[in-house]
T-cell receptor
């Protein structure tokens, strides 16, 4: 049951250009979305998040867009840098799906981003 | 910067043996989690823990699994009798006050290999 889907397993982008990573979800009870970055042999590192009451959140080079009606979110990285090469996971949670505050994350399968120098 | 630490980084065990994976969450965090990632697959929720009891568990977290916070700082995951299919990266995570819109901080993971 893939409630969070990342349909592109890999993506290659030239250094300096924009990287766009996509994520779709099916569960309308999700109300908070996060992007995590993961290097090999390390744990996921939080990158940026967005609440369902917003449609955009920006933090430096990273911007997340949320389209609730399409159940789609995307992460934009601009300009892309070699250090951005990693696996990016989209994750979602919902207050109505767990006890308050104790909200499990549902992850997508990840997209491996490679930045080409 | 505070971080979640996990030990060991890699554990090899024989099928049927018990293993204990250890985690030290961020010190003022209240909610603790275990996730796992089988090679090539997505990160999956196992269990959440709050106020010294399990809050929620997935169908993966069967009777072979247990969690404990024995001393107020460590948070452990025990697998009683390991199976080959338990081989995976196990990640511990913690969140702070439990308010809405908080992110989970993950440890670096323990790679469990069951042979």
């Amino acid at each position: 049951d893939q409630q969070v889907k990342q349909n592109s397993p890999s993506l290659s982008v030239q250094e300096g250009r924009i990287s766009i990573l996509n994520c779709d979800y099916t569960n309308s009870m999700f109300d908070y979305f996060l992007w995590y970055k993961k290097y090999p042999a390390e744990g996921p590192t939080f990158l940026i998040s967005i609440s369902s009451i917003k449609d955009k959140n920006e933090d430096g080079r990273f911007t997340v867009f949320l389209n609730k009606s399409a159940k789609h979110l995307s992460l934009h990285i601009v300009p892309s840098q070699p250090g951005d090469s990693a696996v990016y996971f989209c994750a979602a949670k919902g207050a109505a799906l767990s006890n308050f505050g104790n909200e499990k994350l549902t992850f997508g399968t990840g997209t491996r981003l490679t930045i080409i120098p | 910067e505070p971080e979640v630490t996990q030990t060991p980084s890699h554990q090899v065990t024989q099928m049927g043996q018990e293993v204990i994976l250890r985690c030290v969450p961020i010190s003022n965090h209240l909610y603790f989690y275990w996730y796992r990632q089988i090679l090539g697959q997505k990160v999956e929720f196992l269990v959440s823990f709050y106020n010294n009891e399990i809050s929620e568990k997935s169908e993966i977290f069967d009777d072979q699994f247990s969690v404990e916070r024995p001393d107020g700082s460590n948070f452990t995951l025990k697998i009683r009798s390991t199976k080959l299919e338990d081989s995976a990266m196990y990640f511990c995570a913690s969140t702070g006050t439990g308010g809405r819109n908080t992110e989970a901080f993950f440890g670096q993971g323990t790679r469990l290999t069951v042979v």
